[in-house]
């Protein structure tokens, strides 16, 4: 069963026609339009964080020199 949280939003005038304007020609409601940009900022967030995870074991891994999938297979077996 899903469940919904109730929110007031108290937006400056100009920002609520704008998110007004902006749903209008997406086609929605103001409340989805909302939605979708707060479920796209938190995907923007997951995957700068994933990147940033990426890279830091990238420069492990290269400074190991483990450039290819062979060089992590060989490392690994290593005793």
């Not at 997951?46 to 400074?63: E, H, L, R, V």
Request: net charge positive.
């Amino acid at each position: 069963m899903a469940t919904a949280a109730k929110r007031q939003l108290a937006l400056p005038e100009a920002l609520s026609r704008d998110l007004n304007r902006l749903a209008r020609r997406r086609g929605k409601s103001p409340l989805a339009l909302l939605q979708d940009l707060i479920a796209e900022t938190k995907q923007n967030r997951f995957s700068q964080d994933y990147q940033a995870i990426q890279g830091y074991w990238t420069k492990k891994a290269k400074a190991k020199g483990i450039v290819t999938a062979r060089d992590l297979r060989r490392y690994l077996a290593k005793p």
